[in-house]
């Protein structure tokens, strides 16, 4: 007779029983799978496929794995080993709650399937913001390899999840928004550059219909290829390629852009290890990439790109010997006599560290530095970094802070001239593709960089036509008497765009062959708030009644003496009547209406004596 206590135990054993085979391991054999050797044998045709791609050696082939897995698992759900790699290759894929759900179940089915199983949990967790759950899959998985090698440097994961922790518990204060289906698509959008006025947009796709509308065998996406877009009345236009001459059959991505958005630097992966490349706007049109020159490129890796305000400075980043560690920061100056940028000098161990740093950004105002780096305290992966400029020497990078870091990669972060917004690339469960472009706004003051600075933008036409003018324009510090830099016109539309950084009185001169010259002045104070300057210039021909009205001439009140910061403009004035010989010309002065009209005009006489 069986008593009530043994059928509680007999239960009790069963459901024991019933758990067991639930979470039994099953191996992809005919002795599981009996009577079923033509599915068994598709199915293990199909993980065999997977494997390819699983053990290429290659991580970013994992996702071509995924729908052969999937097939594999249909047929056999429980297999500890498959749910291991579906994981590995969700993740891989972004994928993150199909990564965690896989890799789950796989410990679950064997708890000592693969050590692996461990790190591609926590990598799951730390991209999920389970900065906990993260730390204590990595400490499981230094516990399960021993003192076998590592397949990444654990340390430093969970010094990012302890990083990412502190840094969502205090967030910056900002929206994030997808630029659209304009310019994002299915397929990967990434390296958004901007023009200071923040009007036009390049940026690298990785979709179909490029340039060669081919993919590339290394990794089965599409070459990339760079496109460009306009913000017109708010909306971004639909993204346009930038066509054969920047863009060849194969890789081709924006790697940086002047502000006034009239170079563009190209990066050529299949270029020594790496390259950048210039192009120029010549008569409205892109010209054909050209190399700037042995001191920027190597047989090294050299990547992003960007061209300081005044023209004279570009900062890239490279893996070139002597740096301290992966892909470091440099700078070259160019050389006016010699016609060549200079000797690249490393930025230094305040913002390089021994991992890479990389997409590189110079504010049009000169005093902020932005960057991404998978050092300092990163969250994981590249986040975006910045530095400010003071006493000559760029401080401690700061990190730009959650939302817009994330646990993955974070880089090409550029920022608009008036300091509000941002761009940049990022990968969103509700993007609409692996990776979007996306606009930042700045909701605090404290987030905002140092912008100190204005913008001069406008068109020079010729004063009759109306017709756009390729013309030269150069900025003059006043007060020194110092070139600061020059621009050019684009000839096609005559627009101009020029950053002017505060603390200077500047001096704009404008040149055109065939025309008088013409200039202007601006006082931008260091206190000055961000301003938009728009000059419209109409130029006028070298024929009799013209006129040239010398802005720049500056004098004393009530005196007729002429002040120094009047140098540059009499300057060209007599360069004008020295290439044309024949000109004849009538000089006025005028004055002020404070004072007696008699009085006014005689200084008005005395300044034009002057002269």
């Known amino acids: ?71 594999a698992s249909k047929f056999n759900n429980s297999n500890a080993d498959l749910k291991y790699k579906m994981g590995a290759s969700y993740l891989m894929a972004r994928k993150k709650q199909l990564a965690l759900v896989n890799l789950l179940r796989a410990i679950e ?27 204590a899959s990595y400490t499981d998985y230094l516990n399960a390899i021993k003192n076998r090698e590592p397949v990444d440097a654990i340390g430093r994961r969970i010094e990012e999840c302890k990083n990412g922790k502190e840094r969502e518990a205090k967030p910056i204060n900002v929206t994030i928004e997808n630029l659209g289906v304009t310019i994002n698509s299915r397929n990967p959008e990434y390296n958004p550059l901007i023009t200071v006025d923040g ?33 017109v009345n708010g909306i971004w236009t639909l993204a346009k390629n930038m066509g054969s001459i920047v863009n060849t059959p194969t890789h081709d991505a924006a790697a940086g852009l002047s502000p006034d958005g009239h170079i563009l630097f190209v990066f050529k992966g299949d270029r020594n290890n790496g390259d950048i490349l210039m192009s120029y706007i010549d008569k409205g049109e892109w010209t054909l990439p050209i190399d700037p020159g042995k001191n920027i490129n190597t047989k090294y890796h050299e990547s992003s790109a960007c061209l300081s305000a005044d023209g004279n400075t570009i900062y890239f980043s490279s893996d ?35 991992f890479d740093e990389e997409g590189v950004f110079i504010h049009p105002g000169g005093l902020t530095l932005y960057f991404s780096s998978k050092g300092h305290n990163s969250m994981g992966g590249y986040d975006v970094f910045y530095s400010t400029l003071g006493n000559n020497a760029w401080k401690k990078p700061v990190n730009i802070g959650f939302p817009v870091n994330t646990p993955d990669d974070d880089v ?12 940049y690339a990022s990968i969103a469960d509700n993007g609409f593709g692996e990776k979007d472009l996306y606009k930042v706004t700045f909701l605090s003051e404290a987030d905002k960089p140092l912008t100190r600075m204005s913008v001069l933008k406008g068109y020079v036409t010729d004063a009759i036509t109306k017709l756009p003018l390729a013309a030269y324009i150069e900025l003059i ?60 210039i109409a130029m006028k021909s070298m024929e ?35 290439e044309y010989a024949t000109l004849t010309v009538e000089i006025s002065g005028h004055t002020d209406t404070d004072g007696r009209d008699d009085y006014n005009l005689l200084l008005s006489e005395n300044r034009s004596k002057v002269l």
């Open 1 to 71: 007779m069986v008593t009530k206590k043994t059928s509680l135990f007999l239960l009790f054993i069963l459901l024991l029983a019933t758990l067991r085979v639930s979470a039994q391991d099953i191996p992809f054999s005919e002795r599981f799978f009996p009577n079923q050797e033509t599915q068994l044998r598709i199915a293990i045709a199909d993980l065999k496929n997977g494997d390819e791609f699983f053990y290429s050696g290659r991580p970013f082939l994992f996702k071509f794995a995924i729908p052969y897995y999937e097939n």
């Open 199 to 231: 009007t036009s947009l390049f940026f690298t796709s990785r979709r179909p219909g490029g340039n060669g509308n081919e993919t590339d065998p290394e990794d089965l996406e599409y070459f990339e290829d760079i496109y460009t877009s306009e913000l």
């Open 109 to 135: 089915l064997n708890p000592e399937v693969n050590p692996e199983v461990h790190y591609y949990l926590g990598r799951t967790y730390q991209m999920l913001l389970r900065w906990d759950d993260a730390i």
């Open 544 to 578: 009799a009644g013209n006129n040239i009205v010398l802005n720049n001439v500056f004098f004393d009140t009530d005196k007729a003496e002429i002040k120094p910061e009047s140098k540059t403009t009499l300057m060209s004035l007599v360069r004008l009547l020295r």
């Open 320 to 354: 070139r010997p002597g740096g301290y560690g992966g892909r470091d920061l440099y700078k070259s100056q160019w050389d006016p006599i010699k016609k060549e940028w200079g000797v690249a000098l490393n930025l230094g161990a305040v913002i390089n560290t021994p």
């Open 477 to 536: 510090d006043l007060n020194k008497q110092e070139r600061i830099g020059s621009f050019i016109t684009d000839s096609k539309t005559g627009k101009y765009l020029v950053s002017l950084p505060s603390g200077r009185r500047y001096g704009a001169f404008v040149y055109a062959d065939g025309y008088i010259f013409e200039s202007n002045n601006f006082d931008i104070s260091d206190s000055a708030s961000f301003k938009e300057i728009e000059m419209n």
């Open 412 to 423: 090409y972060f550029v920022v608009s001239a008036n300091g509000n917004n941002a761009y």
